[in-house]
DNA sequence: CGCGCCCCGATACGGTGTACGCACCGCCGA
DNA sequence: TCGGCGGTGCGTACACCGTATCGGGGCGCG
């Protein structure tokens, strides 16, 4: 027989492996959603059966923490400048940055995986020089992360938004104010208020002035630390 | 007949309402998360037919927006003393209490109904007397959300890994280090330490250390902007 | 009294995650 | 050389999901 690779059938591609499954599940999820992510979905994007999936994974919730992980192994994390402050606003982008790419990590937490890994190594070295407590220095980390989070969050509904019905939040609020009784009269005016005031919607600047509060209060926090 | 009420069946129970359709399947998210909320489990808990239920919602995202807002609008917003940092300790205490009482409203982000106005007014009035910019009113309370978000999440998180294999964090670190390789040999000391040094985790602590930090920030961009 | 309208909900469809068990392949001992 | 065997791929089946459709039955009105 002169079959050079493996056993494996005739419709398949790659012999199936931890990459092949993870890469195929991620490359279905940045376009569509983890909605778009389904077993079969999966299988049939690399040409196996359903059920194949199964012998490397024991169930979807994995198959996330998998995807989840081989996104973060393949970003290197930031190199360190040894000033905590540019160094956190480095970590910040860089995660945003991936966010971006890939949204639907949103959608839960999976675990700290071996992928992962070096980025939080680094991220705790990073505030290690700042003599903060280890139980501090992962507080500000999630702080950054949460920012992050809630940024991107943000922006991912006002895009859904506009999917959806093709308005932008301007538009969306002008249609729908009147369905809320006592907005019209004056019974919310910071609520009318902002609606008015709000023009259009600038992630970055939002995200860097959520951004700057943090490090301003992670200051704070150094501050007092070293100086009490 | 002697059928006093309309003419709807022997086994149901309430005429099916807004208000019915709502308290049902939060008691259903309640306990068992927003996995046992279904369409057939919402009818079957109020002994209504499954599709009776889509005269009152369109889909089960409607569904849901519905029960968010029926939870915000039960909950009052909290008193103002005028000290805005007192205040806004106390929205996000009062938050975070409503979070823990209702996790899965974590799942997703529902656009603000005619519940939660009250609430939001309450919010941004809050930081009106501080002089800051709408912008920055409305990234502020982004801050504060986000950080209550990011605690209960995370306690969460902890909780369901303590259900579902019985361990603490702690346990699960000890039984998982093995799995990730280079964490025995000294390659990520930070984590390594991360992981020695975590002792119980303290969630109250945690959540008020997180807020100090956003308050810190707060109150260096109120000083900024007001000496500015 | 009879008719038409309207609302309720049974049924049905296409999708999901996943348990079960069979077919097949390459390896290894005899 | 052959026989068994472990492991992998996956077809089938089941319970459950959201929801489109539509038929039947009760009510109000003429």
Redesign the interface.
């Known amino acids: 027989m002169p079959d050079a690779e493996s056993h494996d059938g005739r419709p398949g591609r790659t012999p199936l492996s931890f990459a092949a499954i993870a890469d195929a599940a991620i490359r279905l999820a940045d376009h569509g959603g983890m909605h778009a992510v389904s077993m079969r979905k999966v299988a049939a994007e690399l040409g196996s059966g359903t059920m194949s999936l199964y012998r490397y994974v024991a169930n979807k919730e994995q198959l996330y923490a998998l995807m989840c992980d081989t996104v973060l192994a393949a970003e290197p994390a930031p190199a360190r400048s040894g000033d905590w402050r540019a160094d956190l606003r480095a970590l910040a982008e860089s995660e945003r940055a991936v966010y971006r790419r890939h949204p639907w990590m949103l959608d839960s937490?999976s675990?700290l995986?071996?992928g992962g890994?070096?980025r939080?190594?680094n991220s705790?070295?990073l505030l290690?020089p700042t003599g903060l407590a280890?139980?501090?220095?992962?507080?500000?980390l999630?702080?950054v992360?949460?920012?992050v989070?809630?940024a991107i969050?943000?922006e991912m509904?006002v895009a859904d938004?506009h999917r959806s019905t093709g308005m932008d939040v301007h538009e969306w609020h002008a249609a729908h104010s009147g369905?809320?009784?006592?907005?019209q009269g004056g019974?919310?005016?910071?609520?009318a208020?902002?609606i008015a005031?709000?023009g259009r919607v600038d992630h970055d600047?939002?995200f860097h002035?959520?951004l700057?509060?943090?490090?301003?209060?992670?200051?704070?926090?150094i501050a007092r630390t070293g100086a009490g």
């Open positions: 937490i675990p995986g071996p890994i070096a939080v190594e705790l070295a290690a280890m139980d501090d220095i992962v507080g500000v999630g702080m992360s949460s920012t989070h809630a969050r943000h509904s938004l369905d809320i009784k006592g907005l019974e919310f005016p910071m609520v208020r902002m005031e709000t600047a939002a002035r959520s700057a509060i943090v490090l301003d209060g992670v200051a704070a926090l």
